[in-house]
């Protein structure tokens, strides 16, 4: 598994990490014993970075992996946690009191006295460009409770004015082959400025692991059945903010592209990965065969992989189908 500098930290991670948003919550059901087959799998495949968030099942997510770590002193793993949704997403709830007990409380289901990497949870934008932010995580830094900082963003302008931030250490930003815009501007910024990108939602829900059908049902507690016109948080959330229909025809084009023995989500993954600027891509696994997959796509780049040919077919499709929907909004 290729390891890749995370920014300015000294620290390395591996260029497939693992997201636990579904060890959480909103995806169905995971069971405890699930969730820690899941991270010792990927742990076994040489995942060296764990993203995961103060909200996914209000702390179950963070609670889980800081028990599974606890058991592996020396372990290696980087864990970036999020913070900023436990209150309703308005500027004036951004203040150091309320950043200094999220991170208190995930030091405590996460079992440790500095915090790896937190990242400001898709704030509002206004939070992103203002100085009181980044002096407030700066004091946070210098206190010993967090090691570094990003922000998570859905909006690749929001992305930009992260970057342009002398002390961030990493932007989390949706990318895959059906929301290209962070490839014009977004990656040439973060890879001049040093700054990290953690590619989350790569495989669109879901959707680019070829598996689904116009059919395919899923959970009443799972995000992709009650926010797919963006019910309860942003739309590009959930299938990348892809209509469902047109999603599943560019799925098939784009797999019927691949060599024989190459499957959709592996490419999609290895794609991700190779783009110049990207230092993880962070997909999540309900299960061990699939943190097994996503680990194995990182073996494509060194396997002779035709990503350029892959590229082609990505931009032909995201052009003639996708761009006019997606390409203006974030």
């Not at 950043?99 to 790896?116: I, K, P, Q, Y």
């Not at 989350?200 to 598996?211: E, I, M, N, Q």
């Not at 689904?212 to 049902?217: C, F, G, I, K, V």
Request: one cysteine or more; proline letters at 5%.
């Amino acid at each position: 598994m290729q390891q890749r500098a995370l920014g300015r930290t000294g620290r390395s991670v591996s260029a497939i990490g693992l997201g636990t948003w579904q060890l959480g919550a909103d995806w169905g059901a995971v069971s405890e014993d699930d969730a820690v087959a899941v991270l010792a799998a990927s742990v076994d495949a040489e995942v060296t970075l764990f993203d995961t968030a103060d909200v996914y099942g209000d702390g179950r997510s963070e609670s889980i992996i800081g028990r599974f770590l606890a058991a592996r002193p020396g372990h290696g793993i980087t864990v970036a946690t999020k913070m900023g949704r436990r209150l309703a997403q308005e500027p004036e709830n951004y203040t150091p009191e309320n950043f200094r007990a999220w991170t208190e409380r995930s030091r405590t289901n996460l079992g440790v006295d500095t915090l790896d990497l937190v990242q400001l949870h898709c704030p509002p934008t206004a939070v992103i460009e203002d100085d009181a932010t980044y002096d407030a995580l700066d004091a946070l830094v210098a206190e010993g409770a967090i090691a570094a900082y990003g922000v998570s963003v859905e909006t690749c302008a929001q992305a930009l004015a992260a970057i342009a931030r002398p002390h961030v250490t990493n932007v989390q930003i949706i990318f895959n082959p059906f929301r290209l815009k962070p490839l014009d501007e977004v990656l040439p910024a973060a890879e001049a400025a040093g700054v990290a990108i953690f590619a989350r939602v790569p495989l669109a829900s879901g959707l680019l692991s070829g598996k689904y059908t116009a059919e395919t049902s899923f959970a009443a507690d799972d995000h992709r059945t009650y926010n797919r016109h963006g019910e309860a948080f942003d739309r590009g959330e959930t299938f990348s903010g892809v209509d469902f229909e047109v999603g599943l025809r560019a799925v098939a084009e784009l797999a019927a592209a691949l060599p024989e023995g190459v499957p959709l989500p592996a490419a999609t993954l290895a794609w991700i990965a190779a783009q110049r600027g990207v230092t993880s891509v962070i997909p999540g696994a309900r299960n061990v065969g699939q943190a097994e997959a996503n680990a194995r796509a990182a073996a494509l780049l060194d396997e002779g992989f035709d990503v350029e040919a892959f590229d082609s077919v990505v931009r032909e499709v995201y052009d003639r189908d996708l761009r006019k929907a997606i390409h203006p909004l974030w």
